[in-house]
């Protein structure tokens, strides 16, 4: 079975500071990944996805994941954090690109004036 | 184009009341996603379904119905609420696997307290 592990219910950043958000992830077979971003009170928005092409995706709003088969890795970065991406973000991971998503815990982004 | 659209937004009910959580899509998608999410836990999947007519058991299916009588609603219903069933619940959409651009496309939730 799949799963996802999101290190760190709550992470808070300096705003300009470096944003990592890790996420782990168990698969027999190699894996499509996501990342999405909930703000308050919304639905999920797709921030990148992973589908065995380049490694490292960008995505919207200045961030990137980098997927790292030895670790079994996908985190995601933003060089320098805004105010604006204060929410709360969810990995997911899904084998067979269409059932059977497995969300992670998430991790919530606070940014600090 | 509104996308995904979740009525109601907000729901109270009694334990033993029952209930039918409307999504509604224009994106003309084939799959359909009914999702609960709580607290430390993050999205876990109720039902789905992969077309018009059809669903399927996610993770946590027990105590919901679903039907997908048409291809662009998506309903979820709760034959007898129970206070372990307050949740947000957040509807999806995506267009298929065949495709190889299988994002899902979320409403805004429907927040559901059982008292």
């Known amino acids: 079975a799949q799963s996802v592990t999101q290190l760190g219910s709550h992470v808070s950043v300096s705003e300009g500071a470096l944003v990592l958000l890790r996420c782990n992830y168990s698969?027999?077979?190699?894996?499509?990944l996501f990342w999405y971003v909930q703000y308050p009170n919304q639905g999920l928005q797709l921030l990148l996805k992973?589908?065995?092409?380049?490694?490292l995706v960008k995505g919207i709003n200045g961030f990137e994941a980098e997927f790292k088969k030895s670790e079994t890795s996908f985190h995601l970065t933003k060089p320098s954090a805004h105010m604006s991406d204060a929410a709360e973000y969810f990995c997911?991971?899904?084998?067979?690109?269409?059932?059977?998503?497995?969300f992670g815990p998430g991790t919530r982004l606070s940014v600090l004036p | 184009n509104a996308g995904v659209t979740q009525t109601p937004k907000f729901r109270v009910l009694k334990t033993g009341q029952s209930m039918t959580l409307l999504c509604a899509q224009d994106?003309?998608?084939?799959?359909m996603y009914w999702y609960r999410q709580d607290p430390g836990m993050g999205l876990r999947l109720i039902h789905y379904?992969?077309?018009?007519?059809?669903?399927a058991k996610g993770e946590v299916p027990d105590g919901y119905n679903v039907s997908r009588l048409k291809k662009q609603n998506f309903l979820l219903g709760l034959e007898s609420a129970a206070p372990s069933q307050t949740s947000v619940y957040f509807c999806a959409s995506s267009w298929g696997t065949w495709t190889g651009l299988n994002i899902q496309y979320f409403g805004a939730g429907t927040r559901l307290s059982v008292l």
């Open positions: 698969s027999s077979v190699p894996p499509y």
């Open positions: 379904s992969v077309g018009e007519g059809t669903t």
């Open positions: 994106m003309n998608h084939e799959y």
């Open positions: 992973y589908t065995s092409a380049a490694t």
């Open positions: 997911a991971v899904t084998r067979n690109y269409g059932q059977n998503f497995v």
